[in-house]
Each structure stands twice: as C-alpha cells, then as structure tokens.
C-alpha cells in the first residue's frame, strides 16, 4: 500500500519542513491533477503548484497554509510495507 502525502521544503535552504498526509490515496486522482495517462501508478513526487492549492487542500489531513514565496510543496509518496 503506497501513502501520499504533501511535502513542504524551504525555498532558501531546500530542507524538509513538514509533511501532510492525504485522504484518498487513489493514483487516479494523481492521474487527473497532474495530466497522467489513466492507470500511471503516480509512483513519483509531483509539484504542486498554485492552480492545484483547492484540490490538494481538499484532500489533506489537516490544513495546510501555502506560502508559495518561501515554500515548495511537493505530492510525494512512499511504501507503508518498508
């Protein structure tokens, strides 16, 4: 079972800041977001960018304020069986 999540990294320094689990792990949403051909595993991390703040934060665990200026966010995810 893969988890995804939100990644925030600081634009100065490029360390992780924190992360936000997402709700509906489906990669086919993945697919729709970030224009993937249907049935991608969306295996890799993905950007976010500011058209795509209503849907992510729709789908976060919990609120997430996004400060584009000093913030990159990234959709990421990894193996919950490692």
Known sequence: MMH?????Y???TDEHVYSVSLRGQSSEW??????LPSGHPAFDCYPINESMVADVIERSERVI??????????IECHSDDS
Do not use: H
């Not at 995804?4 to 925030?8: D, L, N, W």
């Open 65 to 74: 304020e996004f400060d584009f200026a000093s913030y990159s966010y990234m």
């Open 4 to 8: 995804r999540y939100v990644a925030c």
């Open 30 to 35: 993945i697919c729709r977001l970030f224009g």
């Open 10 to 12: 600081d634009n100065t």
